[in-house]
């Protein structure tokens, strides 16, 4: 062997044991490498395990909160057509004993003022067992027409209390009662 095919062979010796070395050290860094990756991979899904879990706890609990406003406002709802019934009903009534005439509604009379020019007596006469002052019976059909507006003042201050109890629930002034 001459001395140059001796150089080649080692020239390609070097080169086969470098390459060796390479492919030996690529082989470390992948051993290594892999093995960080898939600790941060065991990390990641750790971390998106407590995210999931911390997004299920808060949706579970937003649903109780909403749930648990469902129930009141429908309490509130079932209380405010309670004393709506009960008003309408009362109402009914006082119409109804207005109308047979079993009820009468009345005014008191200034019998002091001079500008009013009512000529009523402030003698109390024998035809009333009533004492004190003196008192106008009001026509029928007047007072079916002051107990209509009284009623739909009512319904009105029922309606008006409902929507205040109502916002003052959903914006959670009324959770503390």
């Known amino acids: 062997m001459t001395p140059v095919q001796k150089l080649v062979v080692l020239a390609v010796l ?4 470098m390459a060796a070395s390479f492919a030996g050290a690529w082989q470390i860094q992948e051993w290594r490498y892999g093995d ?5 991979a065991n990390l990641y899904q750790d971390d ?15 649903q109780a909160k909403r ?6 406002l429908a309490t509130s709802d079932q209380q405010r057509t309670r ?7 009362n109402q009914a009534r006082l ?14 009379i200034d019998t002091t003022d001079s500008a009013s020019g009512c000529n009523v007596s402030t003698d109390p006469g024998s035809a009333g067992v009533v ?3 003196q008192r106008a019976r ?19 201050l029922i309606a008006l209390r409902a929507c205040q109890a109502y916002v003052k629930t959903v914006s959670g002034q009324g959770a503390g009662k």
């Open 36 to 40: 960080q990756l898939s600790k941060q």
């Open 48 to 62: 998106l395990a407590l995210i999931s879990g911390a997004a299920s706890a808060q949706a579970k609990a937003d």
């Open 67 to 72: 749930l648990a406003l469902e129930q009141q």
């Open 83 to 89: 004393e709506l019934s009960d008003a309408q009903r």
């Open 131 to 133: 004492h004190g002052a």
């Open 95 to 108: 119409r109804d004993r207005l109308a047979t005439s079993d009820l009468r509604l009345s005014v008191l």
């Open 138 to 156: 009001l026509d029928p059909a007047h007072a079916q027409r002051i107990l209509a507006i009284s009623g739909a003042g009512d319904e009105g």
């Open 14 to 17: 070097i080169l086969l044991a």
